[in-house]
């Protein structure tokens, strides 16, 4: 059962306007969200994270909106900009009511192409 | 610091050796994962160590596989008699947490990508 859903795996943005990615969970016990970006060869770098007493956290370009009740999140990024052009993973994790590894269950990813 | 290291960063071996990785965490945290990704897939947990102790081990990890942090810092994941079925990316991942850390996220090595014949 996949419980961190990324439903589009790809998604096509002209440079300079919002790109906004999806990412739905069905595990009530997360209760912090992080998004990373991968390139190719690379591994996951990480991007901005969400505590569940927030619902929206920004970081420059990106900002992560959190819906707990339709189990929700987005990453919005303004202004697109080629170099963000990668594959962009949800992730999740229970800290608050975990075990305590705060180990991170993540979605399929989405690809993300920014067009010039 | 450069930041997570993993080596190899390509292995390519035949069905039933064994094989080893290692990892070097950030120099300064104290917690160490391992993850394995597959083609489409996000990175899957494996296993996950607090200093030298592992603490906590996925249902993915079958009892080919062994990871060990001997002295808390670096690490080493073997897979003992591979299978087709173990070509993956194998991601480690390292972060800091004490009581006054405000933070949670894991910071991941660039990989190392394994091909079983």
């Known amino acids: 059962d996949q419980q961190v859903k990324q439903n589009s795996p790809s998604l096509s943005v002209q440079e300079g306007r919002i790109s906004i990615l999806n990412c739905d969970y069905t595990n009530s016990m997360f209760d912090y969200f992080l998004w990373y970006k991968k390139y190719p060869a690379e591994g996951p770098t990480f991007l901005i994270s969400?505590?569940?007493?927030?619902d929206k956290n920004e970081d420059g370009r990106f900002t992560v909106f959190l819906n707990k009740s339709a189990k929700h999140l987005s990453l919005h990024i303004v202004p697109s900009q080629p170099g963000d052009s990668a594959v962009y993973f949800c992730?999740?994790?229970?800290?608050?009511?975990?075990?305590?590894?705060?180990?991170?269950?993540f979605g399929k990813g989405t690809k993300l192409s920014v067009i010039p | 610091d450069t930041g997570v290291s993993q080596n190899p960063r390509h292995k390519i071996t035949k069905r039933g050796q064994n094989v080893t990785f290692r990892c070097d965490p950030i120099?300064?945290?104290?917690?160490l994962y391992w993850y394995r990704q597959t083609l489409g897939q996000g990175p899957e947990f494996l296993t996950y160590f607090q200093n030298e102790a592992q603490l906590e081990k996925s249902r993915l990890l079958s009892d080919r596989f062994s990871a060990e942090r001997p002295k808390g810092s670096f690490s080493t994941l073997e897979i003992q008699r591979t299978e087709q079925g173990d070509s993956a990316m194998y991601l480690c991942a390292s972060s800091f947490r004490d009581s006054y850390s405000p933070s949670y996220e894991q910071y991941f090595g660039p990989g190392t990508r394994l091909t079983v014949t």
């Open positions: 969400i505590s569940s007493i927030k």
């Open positions: 120099s300064e945290h104290n917690r």
């Open positions: 992730a999740a994790s229970q800290i608050y009511s975990g075990a305590g590894s705060y180990q991170l269950t």
